[in-house]
């Protein structure tokens, strides 16, 4: 791990905070954007019913949006929306050339199906890099968008300096939103760690984390990783989202884990202010794909 100017927890680990990169990613593209000449990226979002919490996490988005200096545009539909409606509008956003990215909230209200809609999307205006042509083009190494979690953790990791290359790493979560992609990136050239997929079925999961120098937590298990998981020194970040009669909590026990780790996320703070970050990081590209922004 290199050593980097950073906050640290009471244990001593350095706090991997992904609001002050948030707020850096922000910055940095509006100064990009600026550059420029200050051309028109438009991020586009599609909401449909009025769950409170997806209308939070919209708004911050386009809140976040409008300090990077981009444009955005907002399809809010109804809960009884069908099928037809809810592709149509995005159907709409595909076709408008001054939107460059595309996203559409999940998940959408019970009776919708969401992989007709996400179909209609272009790789290059996906840049929630959620469809099966965004993965396909991961997995075959092509341009296009990474999934904005995942993307996050891997600019977290970066920016507080952890090393990747002949480093091990484990992914606990097999989504196909966070820890499938996460397995593509850390076996990616140049990122170079040596990576393991482990999972609800996994029987030997302490064993296998005290293995790593990396641990990725995105299975949804609230505090699932304890300080017995760690190996010292190891770097820890918490994707997973828990909603437990305390609150929120992550999938990592951070009071226990922090006395051990040699970096760690906080949650909340730590990876979802990154994913919003990367929404943006990828809009930006999204535009220079289309043509839209200077290569």
Known sequence: MTEVVADRTPGGAILMNGNRLRDETVAALRAEIEAAGSPPVCLATVLVGDDRPSQIYVNSKHKKAAEAGMTSRHVGLPAEASQAQVEDAVGALVTDPSVHGILCQLPLPNGLDPEPVLSLIPPEKDVDGLTERSLGRLVRGLPGHVSCTPLGVMRLL??????????????????????????????????????????????????????????VAAAGSARMITAAHVKPGAAVVDVGVSRTEAGIVGDVDFDAVQAIAGAITPMPGG?????????????????????????
């Open 158 to 215: 970066e920016r507080y300096g952890v090393t990747t290359s002949g480093k091990r790493a484990v992914v606990i979560g097999r989504s196909t939103l966070v820890g499938l992609p996460l397995l593509l990136l850390f076996g990616r050239k140049g990122v170079d760690a040596t990576v393991t997929l482990a999972h609800s079925r996994t029987t030997d999961m302490i064993e296998v984390c005290r293995e790593c120098d990396i641990i």
């Open 271 to 295: 990876t979802g202010p990154m994913t919003i970050a990367c929404l943006l990081e990828n809009t930006l590209g999204a535009a220079r794909m289309l043509g839209a922004f200077p290569a």
